[in-house]
């Protein structure tokens, strides 16, 4: 399903804006789960399209895409929000000969702000719905589990749109690698992940987090 069918499919749902105002550094929302049943969804979370349950490998649990069929795919969780707000989480992903799997996390519900790795371009990419607005080089290593952070912050008149990825294990970046000003205000939306299996193997989630974080 491409980025356009599920931005009208969020619309049909009728998603409704919670705010959640808080300081710079609070938690808003956090879910690594283990206390979540394998083969089930969170209850909290709006599954667009795609196959997402909880899995268990080697006692640790996280929710899994499967390998097929080779689309797009994404849920929304935590709360909704436009601005001074950043998502982070790891994702796993494995590539196949020449096949490489596509995966990410997103701010601003469906039509926002999304940071995703694109190993088969070896490239990180910053989108604005469908167009990219940022990319920069990227070195993913496969079977490997990958750090996301993506944050929107107010800055006087525009918005900060400011990712940063990194290999578990690594350290991690302690500035943004990849930056858009936005100059258009942001809508309210909860925040997502996106994946698409194109290498035909699964893509695990985890540890998904929302922090409130300091705008201008």
């Given at each position: 399903?491409?980025?356009?069918?599920?931005?009208?499919?969020?619309?049909?749902?009728?998603?409704?804006?919670?705010?959640?105002?808080?300081?710079?550094?609070?938690?808003?929302?956090?879910?690594?789960?283990?206390?979540?049943?394998?083969?089930?969804?969170?209850?909290?979370?709006?599954?667009?399209?795609?196959?997402?349950?909880?899995?268990?490998?080697?006692?640790?649990?996280?929710?899994?895409?499967?390998?097929?069929?080779?689309?797009?795919?994404?849920?929304?969780?935590?709360?909704?929000?436009?601005?001074?707000?950043?998502?982070?989480?790891?994702?796993?992903?494995?590539?196949?000969?020449?096949?490489?799997?596509?995966?990410?996390?997103?701010?601003?519900?469906?039509?926002g702000y999304r940071l995703m790795v694109a190993p088969a371009k070896q490239m990180?990419?910053?989108?604005?719905?469908?167009?990219?607005?940022?990319s920069i080089p990227d070195k993913w290593a496969s079977g490997t589990w990958t750090?996301?952070?993506?944050?929107?912050?107010?800055?006087?008149?525009?918005?900060?749109?400011?990712?940063?990825?990194?290999?578990?294990?690594?350290?991690?970046?302690?500035?943004?690698?990849?930056?858009?000003?936005?100059?258009?205000?942001p809508i309210n939306g909860r925040p997502t992940v996106w994946a698409s299996p194109?290498?035909?193997?699964?893509?695990?989630?985890?540890?998904?987090?929302?922090?409130?974080?300091?705008?201008?």
């Amino acid at each position: 399903m491409k980025f356009g069918k599920l931005l009208v499919l969020a619309a049909v749902c009728g998603l409704a804006a919670t705010q959640a105002h808080a300081q710079a550094g609070k938690t808003l929302y956090q879910n690594d789960f283990e206390k979540a049943a394998v083969d089930s969804v969170p209850d909290d979370f709006l599954v667009l399209d795609g196959g997402f349950a909880v899995k268990e490998a080697e006692g640790n649990k996280f929710i899994e895409l499967p390998g097929a069929p080779l689309e797009t795919y994404g849920f929304l969780f935590g709360p909704s929000e436009k601005e001074n707000l950043a998502v982070t989480a790891r994702i796993h992903g494995s590539g196949k000969g020449r096949r490489f799997p596509f995966f990410g996390v997103g701010l601003s519900g469906v039509g926002g702000y999304r940071l995703m790795v694109a190993p088969a371009k070896q490239m990180i990419e910053l989108y604005k719905g469908e167009e990219v607005v940022a990319s920069i080089p990227d070195k993913w290593a496969s079977g490997t589990w990958t750090q996301f952070h993506l944050q929107v912050r107010k800055t006087g008149s525009t918005w900060k749109v400011e990712g940063k990825v990194w290999k578990q294990g690594d350290a991690e970046p302690k500035a943004p690698v990849i930056s858009f000003e936005e100059k258009e205000e942001p809508i309210n939306g909860r925040p997502t992940v996106w994946a698409s299996p194109y290498a035909g193997t699964p893509i695990k989630f985890d540890d998904l987090k929302v922090v409130s974080v300091s705008g201008s």
